[in-house]
């Protein structure tokens, strides 16, 4: 069974940036699909970005140029790199881990908030 634990998440000011942590057990990150979602109050669980086992990355429109998504394979690690946060960005951050139609994690979330 594979377990993600985000982190990273916190209060920050609108423009400020935030970095959160995906660490996965096992050596997954280099073989699976590794993405981002996020979730509002009262809202669906969104696409956020994607970073394939090749190494190509995807990005919901909205979100492209303000967030990054990497990863360090040694350290089994994904990381959503977040800049000029906006009030609306405000949500409960996922990571999802999935290989094919068979393997599908999802890690507890981390909560980030926008705000001055």
């Known amino acids: 069974q594979v377990q993600l634990v985000e982190s990273g998440g916190g209060l920050v000011q609108p423009g400020g940036s935030l970095r959160l942590s995906c660490v996965a057990s096992?050596?997954?990150?280099?073989?699976?699909?590794m993405s981002w979602y996020r979730q509002a109050p009262g809202k669906q669980r969104d696409y956020v970005a994607a970073l394939t086992s090749g190494g190509t990355t995807d990005y919901a429109d909205s979100l492209k140029g303000r967030f990054t998504i990497s990863r360090d394979n040694a350290k089994n690690t994904i990381y959503l790199q977040m800049n000029s946060l906006k009030p609306e960005d405000t949500a409960v951050y996922y990571c999802n881990a999935y290989k094919g139609t068979t393997y599908n994690y999802w890690g507890q979330g981390t909560q980030v908030t926008v705000s001055s």
């Open positions: 096992g050596s997954i990150i280099s073989t699976y699909v």
